[in-house]
């Protein structure tokens, strides 16, 4: 019986140290979670970095709409595609792009809807945006002609007070360019695709007398003094690209 008690009392101590280590495991599990809590402010770090990445965008976006340009939405075709369930639409824009001041570019966009074939048309056409040399900023320098695929086009210079004398698409190549006077002509195709490249095909071909005159090895005035002009220096003084 002696043993029994005294076997029993040796067993008290035992559970009560029992709680006293289950104590001690419950604690490293807060240390952990504690350190799991820093792992999550390193993680809010790195949120605050993606947000930053994204200001990064927009300043990139603000930038892009800063410069002024003028666009013009040339054509929409609709498109269908007939499926089990029935007809799948699409659209696709022409859309052309320039600054008003001798730039201009053309692309186009397909998409399920029409703001997103634009935007694509839009950013297509900043992308490609050429120089286009303009006497005195209002009109061409000289005569051009433009032919793609069935399509013909005729661009000539003009006066001051002509105005844009151009058919649909191409008139708003010219007013996006910042053309304010010409005389256009389009003959075979109407197709706007057409035409709108058989159009800048004619303005690739434009050529200032400064541009002329470097390729050449000469002066400005050299060249329009051989056309009779008695203003020559004038009129060399005058241009600017």
């Keep these: 019986m002696a043993d029994e008690n005294t076997t029993g009392q040796g067993n008290q101590p035992e559970a009560k140290t029992a709680p006293e280590t289950t104590a001690q495991d419950a604690t490293q599990p807060q240390q952990n979670r504690g350190g799991r809590g820093g792992r999550g402010r390193g993680g809010d770090r790195g949120d605050r970095g993606g947000r930053g990445r994204g200001r990064r965008d927009d300043r ?24 089990k369930g029935g007809k799948r639409f699409g659209f696709a824009a022409l859309v052309v792009v320039g600054d008003g001041n001798g730039r201009v570019g053309f692309g186009h966009g397909k998409a399920r809807e029409v ?17 286009v040399p303009l006497r005195e900023g209002r009109t061409l320098h000289h005569d051009g002609r433009g032919t793609f695929g069935a399509g013909r086009i005729y661009a000539r210079s003009a006066p001051p007070g002509t105005g844009i004398i ?8 010219f007013e996006a360019l910042g053309v304010a006077d010409v005389v256009t002509k389009s003959v075979g195709t109407s197709n706007p695709y057409n035409m709108i490249r058989a159009t800048f095909e004619a303005l690739g071909d434009q050529s200032s007398p400064k541009a002329v005159a470097q390729r050449r090895g000469k002066k400005v005035a050299d060249l ?8 020559a220096e004038a009129d060399a003084a005058a241009i600017t690209e």
């Design 224 to 231: 329009l003094g051989r056309g009779g002009s008695q203003t």
């Design 115 to 131: 703001p997103e074939a634009i935007s694509k048309a839009t950013a297509s056409a900043k992308k490609k945006m050429i120089r």
């Design 166 to 173: 151009a058919g649909g698409p191409m008139r708003a190549v």
């Design 60 to 83: 990139r976006n603000n930038q892009d709409d800063g410069e002024e340009l003028i666009e013009k939405l040339v054509h929409i075709n609709r498109v269908s595609k007939t499926v």
